[in-house]
C-alpha cells in the first residue's frame, strides 16, 4: 500500500463545475497535508495546507481532511480552464518529517 | 525574494558522464530537499538536509548519487557515473521547518543518453 494514495485521472469538469480531488494516507499519526499544483512542465506550487479536522477555504479552493478515516479533498469550485493542471497530495510522515507524495490527479477543465 | 535556483535547468549527457546539479535556496529557509519526477515513480524525495547536516539519504537511489550543501546557499546533487534511467526532472525545494510548506525551484531536466 502506497503511503499517500490518490486517482491518477484525468479527472475532466465543465467550466464552472466543482472538482473534487481526492488523497488517502496510511500513517494514522501524520499531521500535516499539503495540495500542490503542478502545471506541464512547471514545478509544484502549494495551493493549500491542512493540520486539522474539518474543511479549510482559500478563495474557490477548500480542503477537507477526516483523520478518522485518514482522507483528505480538494474541492475547486467555479472551475476554469486555467485549473487544469495535475494535483499533488501529499502528508507528512510523522517518524522523520519527510514530506510523502501521491501519484497526482489529472484535472482537466473543458470551456 | 528570487525563490529556490536550480542549474542547469537542461541537461544533456551521455551515460557514463558525471553530472552535477545545483541549488540556492531560498534565503533563511533551514531544510533543503532534492527531489526526482518520473513518470513512473512520481515525485520521489532523494535527500533532505537541516542548517547543511545530511538528515535522512534513505531516498538515494544507489551509490552513484551524492549530495552535499557546504553552506547555507547552496547544495549539489552528483550523479558518477550516469545512467540512462536517471533521466527525470530533479527539483530542490526549501522551507524554514520540516513540517511547513515547501517551496520548489524550477527544477532541472536530465536527460541521459
Known amino acids: 500500500q502506497k503511503e499517500v494514495e490518490q486517482n491518477s485521472g484525468p479527472l475532466s469538469v465543465p467550466e464552472g463545475a466543482i472538482a473534487s480531488l481526492n488523497c488517502t494516507y496510511s500513517?494514522?499519526?501524520?499531521?500535516?497535508f499539503f495540495w500542490y499544483r503542478q502545471y506541464s512542465g512547471k514545478s509544484p506550487e502549494l495551493i493549500m495546507s491542512i493540520y486539522s479536522n474539518g474543511d479549510k477555504e482559500d478563495g474557490r479552493f477548500t480542503a477537507q481532511l477526516n483523520k478518522a478515516s485518514q482522507y483528505v479533498s480538494l474541492l475547486i469550485r467555479d472551475s476554469q480552464p486555467s485549473d487544469s493542471a495535475t494535483y499533488l497530495c501529499a502528508a507528512v510522515r510523522y517518524q522523520g518529517g519527510k514530506l510523502i507524495f501521491g501519484q497526482g490527479t489529472e484535472l482537466s477543465v473543458k470551456p | 525574494d528570487a525563490g529556490v535556483i536550480q542549474s542547469p535547468r537542461h541537461e544533456v549527457t551521455e551515460m557514463g558522464q558525471e553530472v552535477t546539479l545545483r541549488c540556492k535556496p531560498i534565503?533563511?529557509?533551514?531544510?533543503l530537499f532534492w527531489y526526482r519526477q518520473t513518470m513512473m515513480r512520481g515525485l520521489e524525495l532523494l535527500i533532505y538536509f537541516n542548517n547543511n547536516v545530511p538528515i535522512d539519504d534513505s531516498g538515494m537511489p544507489e551509490d552513484r548519487f551524492s549530495a552535499k550543501m557546504p553552506n547555507a546557499s547552496f547544495s549539489t546533487l552528483k550523479i558518477q557515473p550516469s545512467e540512462p534511467r536517471d533521466s527525470a526532472v530533479y527539483f530542490c525545494a526549501s522551507s524554514q521547518i520540516v513540517t511547513d510548506t515547501q517551496y520548489f525551484g524550477p527544477g532541472t531536466r536530465l536527460t541521459v543518453l
Open positions: 500513517d494514522r499519526v501524520s499531521q500535516s
Open positions: 534565503s533563511g529557509h533551514d531544510y
